[in-house]
């Protein structure tokens, strides 16, 4: 059985998101190191990527667009990490609420757009099928036509199976 992968949406500490997408990134590549992840981030020294994920530096405005850039996160996903930091930076009980009321509100958002992707665009794959399946349907029922003796054969087994 398969381990579920998280989202960022299943983490309340920025730190500890980095450390499950590095942890993601050296299991799918075993040469994948924190060093080269670092670098390619654009810190000068892996240390500093190194201290923000075991929580003993902040992770500071001039080090968000490097990773922000390096996580390719949509902007839900983004917004989300931005408030996860301030969350974590927040000084007063007023501020914390604010930032746990924000990630709330994105969670609910997304909660929102799912389910409207669910009720209105599933439902039109399962109509397309519906429709292959009728156009194949009348297609048989066309070539039917074309054997006049396969065709009667056909309402015969109609007309029996509806008797049953």
Do not use: C
């Amino acid at each position: 059985m398969s381990e579920k992968l998280l989202t960022i949406f299943d983490f309340d500490n920025p730190n500890t998101y980095l450390s499950y997408v590095l942890k993601l990134k050296q299991k799918d590549n075993s040469n994948f190191s924190l060093r080269a992840w670092s670098l390619k981030m654009g810190f000068a020294s892996p240390s500093t990527l190194s201290e923000i994920i075991s929580s003993k530096r902040e992770i500071l405005p001039s080090h968000l667009p490097k990773i922000l850039r390096a996580l390719k996160l949509n902007i839900y996903e983004r917004h989300y990490f931005i408030n996860l930091i301030y969350l974590m930076n927040a000084e007063t009980t007023e501020e914390k609420k604010y930032f746990e009321e924000e990630l709330h509100n994105i969670k609910t958002i997304l909660v929102h757009e799912h389910s409207f992707i669910e009720e209105h665009y599933l439902p039109a794959a399962h109509i397309k099928e519906a429709i292959n399946i009728s156009e194949k349907f009348i297609k048989h029922l066309k070539e039917l036509e074309d054997k006049p003796k396969a065709h009667e054969d056909y309402q015969f087994n109609i007309h029996f199976a509806l008797k049953r």
